[in-house]
């Protein structure tokens, strides 16, 4: 068997978690003293470098079920103007994230940050990374239950928690009590899911247990363990769980099959479910109920945007569109503003298709602030492209992305809003900048895979595009129908099969219905503007 792989070597050397007084350190002596393998370490908290490697660094913040307020926000909001050139993301993990920061300035963000509560300790490196959920957990009136309480129980459990902060490589959780799965547990590491039941006569919720879902190069969706943990449990399970791939040496040799997901699935190390199921158990000390089959919702990739009421009698929620995810460091300024002088808690959730919500708005206060929201050009009325297009960072700032996706994706947004005014039927279209899935596009309805093609014997950036991908009931990856669409082709090639599945859906049939009923080759035609073959 051949030995730990390099960055094994580095954790082996030093703990990420350890960094900490040496970028106190190199903020004095400048990014030309930053060791190299002090780079790696850095990622413990939440600090990678921006291409192109040269002194500016991307930080990610750590915002458990995508949870804050209004004064957090505007802490965020004055960095990102301050010191990373008024940009802030909204990430897939229902985080935020900064560019452009130097070493220097690190130090002082991450004291400010951490006055108004806000950390970046595990927010990437090979640790448990912000834990998603639904951003109505507590909110919503028909969720099985609430399952914020638990996840940040377990994620204030985790977070700087020496004892696992040197996993095989990052590792991806999801605790969720909504109804309709929008927390995605089949392509988390862990996902725990809202089930209920009856005993003796009387309902019981608790969570269904899938392990071993991820994206990236090699998809694969988490594998249900068939069991009913109650809600006491989940602190246990997880534990137990993040122990048994902590400790798992096999992982530790390739770091391309260093996730849990291959430990479930890998032809070769993989010990499959069942297996896995024992393994935890014995870790546990005692065997699991048995539970499910559950009924999965079929359509699961949604993201409670609209204006709709709470539980909480007499209070709303708003949902807000923000295409790709990106805001200037002033919008949030606004925005912090807007939700201290509307909701009641001053309170904010991010979703984990990079929009946002402001909740605890009370009833007689809705009209006011959707007329502030429209002076501030804020859309709580997305369109179905606005809202369902999802972007990874891009060329601009990613070391690994072949093409540019942000300013892209805003462009091809904005082009099928003209090209389809006021539509209603959902699409839901992701970009990543190369393979490594970032931008989710495996589970998407068109997804956008980054590469180059040549056309006229020049270079230019390109796409493969695959259709039918989404999670849940019908959970499937999305297949390549078409290759190396240059990119001022994709729009058309979108326009072509969106146009074509409003023409055949007349029953309320879905995108993803549409692409089971053709043949990749057909949709292949049909997006480069001819009629299908029969």
């Not at 969720?176 to 309902?203: K, M």
């Not at 002076?375 to 809202?387: H, I, M, Q, R, T």
């Amino acid at each position: 068997m051949p030995g730990p792989n390099k960055v094994e070597e580095i954790k082996r050397q030093k703990d990420g978690l350890d960094v900490l007084a040496d970028i106190l350190r190199y903020a004095e002596s400048g990014f030309e003293s930053i060791q190299p393998d002090d780079f790696t370490r850095m990622r413990w908290y939440g600090i990678y470098q921006q291409k192109p490697n040269e002194g500016h660094f991307m930080l990610r913040l750590k915002l458990p079920n995508g949870d804050y307020q209004a004064n957090q926000l505007r802490e965020i909001g004055r960095i990102a103007n301050e010191f990373g050139r008024g940009l802030a993301d909204i990430t897939t993990r229902q985080n935020f994230q900064f560019h452009w920061l130097r070493i220097e300035d690190i130090p002082i963000i991450l004291q400010r940050l951490a006055r108004v509560g806000v950390t970046t300790v595990g927010a990437c490196g090979d640790v448990m990374r912000n834990i998603v959920g639904c951003p109505l957990a507590g909110l919503d009136g028909d969720e099985i239950l609430d399952a914020s309480p638990i996840v940040k129980q377990v994620s204030a459990f985790f977070c700087g928690n020496k004892d696992f902060s040197n996993l095989p490589r990052k590792y991806k959780i999801s605790i969720s009590g909504c109804r309709l799965h929008c927390a995605q547990p089949d392509i988390n590491d862990i996902g725990l899911y809202g089930v209920e039941r009856t005993v003796d006569g009387r309902r019981e919720a608790g969570f269904g247990l899938k392990v071993g879902g991820g994206l990236s190069t090699k998809p694969y969706f988490g594998a249900d363990l068939g069991v009913f943990v109650r809600p006491d449990e989940v602190f246990r399970v997880v534990y137990a769980i993040t122990a048994i791939y902590r400790d798992s040496e096999v992982l530790r040799q390739d770091r391309s099959k260093a996730r849990l997901k291959f430990l479930i699935h890998d032809p070769k190390i993989g010990v499959g479910p069942e297996r896995f199921r024992a393994m935890l158990e014995e870790r546990l000390g005692y065997r699991l109920q048995d539970g499910g089959p559950y009924e999965i919702p079929k359509h699961t990739e949604l993201d409670h945007l609209g204006i709709r009421p709470q539980k909480q009698p007499g209070r709303w929620y708003v949902g807000i569109g923000v295409t790709v995810g990106r805001q200037s460091g002033d919008t949030l300024l606004r925005i912090a503003d807007i939700a201290e002088e509307f909701s009641v808690h001053a309170s904010l959730r991010n979703t984990n298709k990079q929009n946002f919500l402001i909740t605890h708005v009370p009833e007689d206060r809705l009209g006011a602030l959707k007329e502030r929201l429209k002076a501030e050009g804020l859309d709580y009325e997305p369109s179905v492209f606005k809202k369902g297009l999802v972007s990874c960072t891009g060329i601009e700032f990613c070391n690994l992305a072949i093409t540019e996706t942000k300013e892209f994706g805003r462009r091809v947004a904005q082009a099928l809003e003209e090209r389809f005014p006021g539509a209603s039927k959902q699409v839901r279209i992701h970009f990543s900048g190369c393979p490594n899935n970032c931008g989710q596009n495996a589970i998407a309805d068109i997804g956008f895979r980054g590469g180059l093609t040549k056309v006229d014997g020049q270079q230019v950036e390109a796409y493969d595009m695959l259709v039918g991908g989404t999670t849940g009931a019908v959970r499937a990856f999305g297949e390549v129908c078409s290759r190396k669409v240059p990119k001022d082709r994709v729009i058309e090639h979108i326009s072509n099969l969106y146009a074509a599945f409003l023409s055949w859906s007349r029953n309320g049939e879905t995108f993803h219905d549409f692409v089971r009923a053709h043949t990749l080759e057909q949709l292949d035609a049909i997006a480069k503007g001819g009629a299908p073959q029969a």
